[in-house]
């Protein structure tokens, strides 16, 4: 398969080539609006494939789904200040309900100025908390497990499609509890629920852990990620899972009576995942051909693409086709029917097969006069990077099926994690060295870019930031599997930043 589908290539210019796979996968185009994008079918396929998963996965804990209003008043914000400021200069604006013509010129009418400013919903737990007020009364009430699939708007000046949009559609979960053990215990679940999608169905090898104070969600107590690995060595918060505490209910007064007959305050938690994580697996699986699909997450898992020269031969591979796309979807991966497509399109099938290579499909299939003879097909698949073909006998293709996805799902997530391991290093022990590693010139090969650091650091935020922010790094989180939860002592040597005494480990890297 020749590696010139997508231009450029990774290696020359990795951030036009991810604008250059969207645009060859025809996920997306820019709208008439700054930093807005339109999402085209097979974009807003995969995004509803991860909204499908997650949703099931949600229900199956306990929530429910519900909607609140994308107008939000200001002065809801004015009561968690801390929250407002996190969000001060993200915040559009709405001032005026009417527009006049004034002298051929729409502007807005003075006389239709709000009473209040309505903030248009960057996230919703001001909202939301007013609501849970009035309805937690008791502690038979809770827990409160709430959930919306909705729109947001973060007047971002940096844009790009996927992974940093003015508007994004995302899912955002509210819950209230009784207590903070409960709480905690709800956002550990919740990234969980996470890292089964991230890791299990997007094939993106996440490392979980907690944000460091500089790093948490405006007004939280405690910020748990999942942070993923890009092809240029970048990090990618994938997700968020918040312990609010009790601010945001002291703020909306979202108190119960408890078993003893007092009033008490209730412990909120609030997580979220948006369409980012599209831009996330674009940046980890795709290549120098296009899009690479995980056969969980991919809309149609197998297509069938007709060879139509012969004329004479069209009605018997159109019915041969047919009938294989519906031995096909008789078969079941993961749980589900398998999803297959006959392209019967009016096009070349060189033509078609390389729409399909571009758009990530995990299995295509190509069947001429010559196939049904053999009573066979020809099989590409999107994960060799070679891209020979096979032709196995229609029957033994079939049977395979599943097991070929598997595989491929299998291969996926093994290659990322590979890429992830070999590109972290636990090596560098001195600030020289970091200094040296993140500020070295790679000559824009991606593939030779700074990747992960993980090394210890003594919890100093002020000294850290003064001495990696103009590095342009970031500490991504504190690691699960060596930091416990209540982020206790780790025996880990000195600081690589201030060389003082280490307290955690933690991970360093430049993010999107």
């Known amino acids: 398969m020749s590696k010139s589908a997508i231009s450029p290539i990774r290696a020359e210019n990795y951030p036009e080539w991810y604008q250059a796979v969207i645009k060859a996968a025809d996920m997306a185009e820019l709208s008439g609006v700054r930093g807005c994008m339109v999402i085209k079918p097979w974009g807003y396929a995969i995004w509803e494939r991860v909204q499908n998963v997650l949703d099931g996965m949600i229900k199956a804990t306990g929530h429910d789904n519900c909607y609140f209003p994308l107008f939000i008043p200001l002065s809801y914000f004015q009561k968690e200040a801390t929250h407002v400021e996190g969000f001060a200069k993200e915040m559009a604006i709405v001032t005026h309900h009417r527009l006049i013509n004034k002298n051929g010129e729409l502007v807005p009418d003075p006389d239709s100025k709000l009473d209040e400013p309505l903030i248009v919903r960057p996230t919703s737990e001001t909202i939301i908390g007013e609501a849970m007020a009035r309805a937690v009364q008791s502690y038979r009430d809770l827990p409160l497990l709430w959930n919306q699939w909705a729109n ?63 790093e948490k969600f405006a007004g939280a107590e405690d910020t748990l990620t ?25 703020a909306a007064n979202i108190q119960f009576q408890g078993k003893s007959g007092s009033l008490e305050l209730c412990h909120t938690t609030s997580w979220g995942l948006s369409t980012r994580v599209i831009g996330g697996l674009i940046m980890t699986h795709a290549d120098d051909d296009g899009l690479v699909l995980p ?14 020269r012969d004329e004479t031969a069209r009605e018997a591979v159109l019915n041969y086709c047919d009938k294989l796309a519906t031995d096909i979807a008789a078969q079941t991966y993961a749980g589900e029917a398998v999803r297959v497509k006959v392209d019967k399109r009016d096009e070349e099938s060189a033509t078609k097969r390389w729409n399909w290579i571009k758009k990530g499909v995990p299995v295509i299939l190509e069947v001429g006069p010559k196939d049904i003879e053999k009573d066979g097909v020809a099989v590409t698949r999107r994960d060799d990077v070679a891209g020979k073909k096979t032709f196995p006998a229609r029957a033994e ?48 090969k991606f593939d030779e870019a700074p990747g992960f650091v993980r090394a210890p650091w003594s919890g100093d935020e002020a000294a850290t930031e003064a001495k990696i922010k103009p590095l342009g790094v970031t500490i991504r989180c504190l690691p699960f599997d060596t930091n416990v939860p209540d982020h206790a002592a780790v025996p880990s040597g000195n600081c690589i930043i201030t060389g003082g005494a280490a307290k955690y480990e933690a991970i360093f890297a430049r993010a999107y």
């Open 295 to 308: 056969p969980k997450l991919a809309p149609q898992q197998v297509v069938i693409v007709p060879i139509l």
């Open 397 to 444: 293709f079939i049977a395979g099926l599943p097991a070929l996805l598997d595989e491929m799902q299998r291969g996926i997530y093994a290659r990322a994690l590979e890429m992830q391991k070999s590109r972290t290093r636990t090596d560098i022990k001195t600030w020289a060295e970091f200094e040296t590693y993140f500020g070295k010139d790679t000559d824009g």
């Open 152 to 214: 947001v708007v973060r007047w971002e000046m940096r844009t790009r499609m996927f992974l940093r949009t003015a508007e994004f559609l995302w899912q955002e979960g509210h819950t209230a509890h009784a207590d903070e053990a409960d709480a905690r215990a709800e956002t550990e679940r919740m990234l969980e629920v996470y890292r089964a999608l991230i890791e299990d169905y997007i094939a993106m090898p996440a490392i979980q852990g907690s944000k460091p104070e500089s």
């Open 226 to 250: 999942l942070e993923v690995m890009m092809q240029d060595g970048r990090a990618l918060q994938s997700c968020t899972s918040h312990y609010l505490g009790q601010n945001f209910a002291q």
